[in-house]
């Protein structure tokens, strides 16, 4: 199940133009699959999705800071926000944006998205998993420490969380359909 995840996610970087499959390629696929749409149900409706979605956009356009790098910047006086705009004004929109940079040859796999396979894996071998699933890789993605897992806690997705609602989808049933 995994396996075919990720390849959506190699997907959605394609589509998406990327040079890198990333944080939030997983997510996409993550969410696009029932199970993975059920453990993080906080995104179930679509606005809520597409706001995560532009969150994260926005945030990739700034640099990718995350939250607490924005708050040290901003506590030194730097309005990160504004650079952007001027930075933009003089040399194009989405300039600082990573996924600007296209690299010859298909999406290779960011170090934060193979972060959120390494945790998922760890994930796996700690619930005695034969294999890693779709449930692993949302853990993964909500216990980042990018821009993917700050929208992800700004909508109350903590690994408490979703373990929580993965514990209470399994109890009783087995296998991935829940």
Sequence with gaps: MARATVASAVGAAQRDGS???RE????AAVLDSAVGARVLAPLGDVSTRTRVFEDIARLRRSGGYTAEQRD????YGLDLDGLVSRVES????????ERARRRSGGPKL???AAGVIER???EAADDSSA??????LALGL???RGVVGDVLGEHDLTVAAVRTTIRSNRSGQTGQGW
């Design 24 to 27: 939030e390629h997983l997510l």
């Design 19 to 21: 040079a890198e499959i």
């Design 72 to 75: 040290a910047l901003s506590a």
């Design 110 to 112: 960011s170090p934060a």
């Design 142 to 144: 909500v216990a980042s």
């Design 120 to 122: 998922a894996a760890r």
């Design 131 to 136: 294999r890693v699933d779709v449930t692993h």
């Design 90 to 97: 003089q040399l194009g929109d989405g300039v600082l944006d």
